[in-house]
């Protein structure tokens, strides 16, 4: 009955009690790793660096970045998100700096400098997600597309300077960032101002936009003022941004 080696009575530790350990292990490691829910750049998105206009994928730690206003800073850190289902925003050229029309995530945060962002909050600058200023300048939705993200991180909190003129963020945000992002209610009245002054300037060249009679409230729905507590968009979004 007794086998014939020398392990026949070697002590051994149970299976199960080994499966256990591992399940705890991995849930901790899962946890550590939780996944950004906003913010980063597409793999594509162009940097601004000494150099001229870069990848976000070709920068490594310890190449410089152009930031809003620290100038160049040193990236310390990137790091990358598998790819995964995100809505999308299609930005016209010119809308928000950019030189060329492009796709980013609809959860991207990006800031508006000057002009509006003065009149109405008395700030340089303000950052809003990307979704938030659909229908200012031209933004539209766009299809959902399958895609990674690049988080690059500087050892402080910076907006970089993009796709020729475009200002982002590419790190993750947090509720303890300098550049607070601005409520879906406050990022609207941005979209309903640059609305109305549109209307103001077409009024002053003459030009009928509405010969009917119905404005773009009456078409669309979209009342300009006052701004709404919620937009269906943030409900439609919300399904596929995680």
């Not at 928000?96 to 796709?103: E, P, S, T, V």
């Not at 773009?216 to 006052?226: N, R």
């Amino acid at each position: 009955m007794l086998l014939d080696h020398t392990t026949a009575f070697t002590d051994y530790q149970p299976v199960d009690l080994l499966l256990d350990l591992r399940s705890d292990s991995a849930q901790t490691s899962t946890a550590s790793r939780a996944r950004p829910q906003q913010g980063g750049v597409l793999p594509g998105t162009l940097i601004e660096t000494p150099q001229g206009f870069k990848q976000a994928r070709a920068l490594r730690p310890g190449d410089q970045v152009q930031t809003f206003d620290g100038g160049l800073r040193e990236v310390f850190n990137i790091r990358h998100c598998v790819p995964r289902l995100t809505a999308m925003v299609h930005v016209p050229a010119g809308a928000l700096g950019n030189d060329a029309a492009l796709d980013l995530p609809s959860d991207a945060v990006v800031a508006l400098e000057g002009g509006i962002a003065l009149d109405l909050f008395d700030l340089p600058v303000v950052s809003v997600k990307l979704v938030a200023l659909v229908g200012y300048h031209g933004i539209t939705t766009a299809l959902p597309q399958r895609l990674a993200r690049i988080y690059i991180e500087c050892e402080e909190e910076e907006l970089l300077w993009a796709e020729g003129g475009l200002l982002l963020k590419a790190s993750e945000t947090g509720a303890d960032d300098f550049y607070d992002v601005l409520s879906l209610t406050d990022t609207r009245q941005i979209v309903a101002a640059a609305r109305q002054d549109q209307i103001e300037k077409d009024a002053d060249l003459g030009t009928d936009l509405a010969p009917t009679g119905e404005g773009d409230e009456d078409i669309f729905d979209f009342s300009l003022c006052p701004a709404p507590k919620f937009d269906p968009l943030d409900l439609l979004f919300g399904r596929y941004a995680a």
